[in-house]
């Protein structure tokens, strides 16, 4: 209330020396005088007057009024007060959505970053994995190279040993034909002897017959049966001296080792040797008409022993159940080979280990 009144004396203070000073400016500067300044300091005074009064009036209100008053302060206090805790609350709603973004932006940026990480740490590993791929590839197909060189060696050497195997079969052959060749002249010397000796006999015959018919004729059956069982005995002396010649093999080596030896104990120890009722393993024929045969013996089927032999030497018939007889020398070790094969031998024999023999006679039961 004092203040109030205070506020309303000061402003009447000031309005009365703000026209005091009007008129000295007036008076000192512009030279103008005013005549009637008392009735307007009375109009001011009675303005004034008028005033305070009101303001007299309206500090000396009814403590209704002033209650109202009161309450209408109180009511504006309270809406400040409510404006300004929903300014608070806009503002600690906004800062603290502000912070919820920040959060968020946070995490988006965290989980952006985690992403990025993992996604370097997925393009690392790819690339590691397409590094030891690519290390795995190179590695196989060094190894795919190996094997293939490998495979070309082990091959170039099979045809070496192919080849090797054909010149000694092709010298074999060569040998067999050699000595079938000396055989047949042999024989033929024999034969065209027997018939010299035998037109000799026939002319001294006729010459002993000319002489003494009687005495001729007697005693020509006397050395006809006497020349007779000679030759035969000469004969059978001879097939036995012949194969007394040729000693049993399965005697000189052992027939489950003898695959093991080396070829110069073959070639030493079987020359002359009898093959004697060796089983047929299988069997072919080329097309230079040559039999290729695959023997072994009863006791070790697994022993095999290779002919190869012409119309020359046995024109016969040939089958898996006939027992066959080679008297010949041995011709060292051997493997059967796609030659083999290709006379009609069966697959399941390529690469077995052999042995060639020489054939001077063949014999064969089926």
Known sequence: MIYDISIIIMLALFLLSFVVFIRWILKKIFGFNIHNLSCI??????????????????????SA????????????????????????????????????KAKSESKVELESKVELESKVELESKKRARAKSESKAALESKKRARAKS?????????????????????????????????????????????????????????KRARAKSESKAASESKKRARAKSKSEVSSAKKKKKQHSDTYQNIETIFNMHTIKYLSNRRIFKKGSAVALRDFKVIDFGADKMKQYHVLIAPKNASKTYFLLVFGDNIYKGRITYSSKITVLGSLNGKSRVNDSQINSGIAQRYLGKRDILVLIDRIQVKN
């Not at 009375?42 to 009814?62: K, P």
């Not at 109202?68 to 503002?91: G, P, Y």
């Not at 027997?194 to 000799?200: N, Y």
């Open 65 to 100: 009024q002033k209650r109202i008053d009161e309450q209408n302060e109180s009511k504006v206090a309270l809406e400040s007060k409510k404006k300004t805790k929903a300014k608070s609350e806009s503002k600690a709603a906004s800062e603290s959505k502000k912070r919820a």
């Open 149 to 205: 060189e490998s495979k070309a060696a082990s091959e170039s050497k099979k045809r070496i040993k192919a080849k090797s195997e054909s010149k000694v079969e092709l010298e074999s052959k060569k040998r067999a034909r050699a000595k079938s060749e000396s055989k047949a002249a042999s024989e033929s010397k024999k034969r065209a002897k027997a018939k010299s000796e035998s037109k000799v006999e026939l002319e001294s015959k």
């Open 41 to 62: 300091r009375v109009a001011f005074i009675s303005l004034l007057s008028g005033v305070l009064i009101v303001g007299l009036g309206y500090q000396l209100r009814t």
